[in-house]
C-alpha cells in the first residue's frame, strides 16, 4: 500500500486497538486504549474544521496519559488497573479538586476519556442500526445527550451542538466509515461496538468499585 495509508483512519485499526486492550484476565491496557483513541482522531479530523474542538481536547487528554506514561511512574500506567491502585495508593487521584501545581491525575483524565466513549458506543449502535433516511447529526446529538453533556458546561454544549451540524449525510459517513461499502460497513461497526462496549463496561466497574465516576 501507499506509505501515507497509516495517516488514514480505518475502522478496522480502532477495533483492533480496543481489542488488543483486553487481556484475557480482565486488564485493560492502556497504550492499547489511547491507540485505539488516536485512531478516533483522525476519523474526527477527517469530518474537517467543525471537529476541531472536539480532536484538539481529546489529544490533550491523551497527552497528559502520556505524560503519566512517560514519567518516573510509568510502569504504573500499564493498565487501567494499575493507574488506579497507583494514584489511590498515593494519593494522587484528585477525590476535592485538582491542585494547581500538578498535572491533573491520571484517574480523572481517563474519566473524561471514559464518559466520551460512551458516547461513541451509542453513536455507533444508534448509526448500525439507522435506516437510510436517518440523520447522524441528529443520532449524534440524542448520543451526546444521552452520555456526555450532563458532564459538560454550557458554552462546551453549545459549540458540540454546532459541530454535529457539521456532520455529513449517513451515506457519506459510511463511506468515511467503510469505503467497501455499506453492507461490510454495517458488519465492521458491529465488531467495532462489541470491542468498544467490552473496554467500557470493565472500566466503568473499576471507577464504580472506587467511587470514582465523578472526579472533578
Ligand atoms: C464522531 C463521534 C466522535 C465522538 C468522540 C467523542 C469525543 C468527546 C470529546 C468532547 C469534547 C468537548 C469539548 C471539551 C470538553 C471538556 O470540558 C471535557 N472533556 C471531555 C473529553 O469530555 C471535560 O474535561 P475537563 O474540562 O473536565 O478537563
Redesign the pocket.
Known amino acids: 500500500g501507499s506509505p501515507f495509508q497509516e495517516h488514514r483512519f480505518q475502522i478496522q485499526r480502532l477495533m483492533r486497538a480496543f481489542k488488543a486492550s483486553l487481556t484475557p484476565s480482565g486488564q485493560i491496557l492502556l497504550w492499547e486504549y489511547l491507540s485505539g483513541w488516536k485512531e478516533?482522531i483522525k476519523?474526527?479530523d477527517s469530518?474537517g474544521a467543525a471537529?476541531g474542538?472536539?480532536s484538539r481536547?481529546?489529544q490533550s487528554?491523551i497527552g497528559i496519559m502520556e505524560q503519566h506514561q512517560s514519567g518516573e511512574h510509568g510502569h504504573h500506567y500499564r493498565t487501567v488497573q494499575s493507574m488506579v491502585a497507583f494514584e489511590l495508593a498515593r494519593g494522587l487521584v484528585g477525590f476535592q479538586s485538582l491542585p494547581e501545581d500538578q498535572p491533573?491525575s491520571g484517574c480523572?483524565?481517563l474519566l473524561?476519556?471514559h464518559?466520551?466513549l460512551k458516547?461513541?458506543e451509542l453513536?455507533l449502535h444508534k448509526l448500525s442500526t439507522s435506516r437510510k433516511d436517518g440523520a447522524p447529526s441528529q443520532m449524534?446529538a440524542e448520543a451526546y445527550r444521552e452520555a456526555?453533556a450532563p458532564?459538560?458546561?454550557w458554552w462546551?454544549r453549545q459549540?458540540?451542538a454546532l459541530a454535529f451540524l457539521a456532520?455529513p449525510s449517513r451515506q457519506e459517513l459510511y463511506r468515511l466509515l467503510c469505503p467497501e461499502g455499506e453492507h461490510q460497513g454495517q458488519a465492521l461497526l458491529l465488531g467495532a461496538l462489541g470491542s468498544i462496549s467490552q473496554v467500557y463496561n470493565i472500566t466503568q466497574e473499576v471507577f464504580a468499585s472506587h467511587q470514582m465516576l465523578d472526579l472533578p
Open positions: 478516533l476519523f474526527m469530518l471537529f474542538l472536539v481536547e481529546t487528554k491533573p480523572r483524565t473524561r476519556l464518559r466520551a458516547w461513541l453513536f449524534c456526555l458532564y459538560h458546561r462546551v459549540a458540540v456532520l
